[in-house]
């Protein structure tokens, strides 16, 4: 079993940072795929960013791309989502995930986070 806790979320304005942090339960961190989603009112959870075990693979949405960095911190246990010149349209709730059993986590990878709001105004 894998507990995934972000934190990080907030208000801020347009062109602002932030970033957030999820931290993980459990000893083989390490081992899992892991990534960011996020979740706006009224719309279906989206994914926004991915990175493999060892950090060597990384993968970004379109809409975050240039604008955004994910990281990880194997000895930490964390991944962290550097988010940069935001916009109100990165206004969502913004979950964690864990995929121990394939390399890139999906909307299929079995451990997920609470979430953190992120609320950009304009």
């Known amino acids: 079993q894998v507990q995934l806790v972000e934190s990080g979320g907030g208000l801020v304005q347009a062109g602002d940072s932030l970033r957030l942090s999820c931290v993980a339960s459990?000893?083989?961190?390490?081992?899992?795929?892991m990534g960011w989603f996020r979740q706006a009112p009224g719309k279906e959870r989206a994914f926004v960013a991915a990175?493999?075990?060892?950090?060597?693979?990384?993968s970004y949405a379109n809409s975050v791309k240039g604008r955004s960095t994910i990281s990880r911190d194997n000895a930490k246990n964390t991944m962290y989502l550097q988010m940069n010149s935001l916009k109100p349209e990165d206004t969502a709730v913004y979950y964690c995930?864990?995929?121990?059993?394939?390399?890139?986590?999906?909307?299929?990878?079995?451990?997920w986070g609470q979430g953190t709001q992120v609320t950009v105004s304009s």
């Open positions: 995930a864990a995929d121990p059993d394939r390399a890139a986590v999906s909307y299929r990878s079995p451990y």
């Open positions: 459990g000893r083989t961190f390490s081992s899992y795929a």
């Open positions: 990175i493999g075990q060892t950090g060597g693979f990384t």
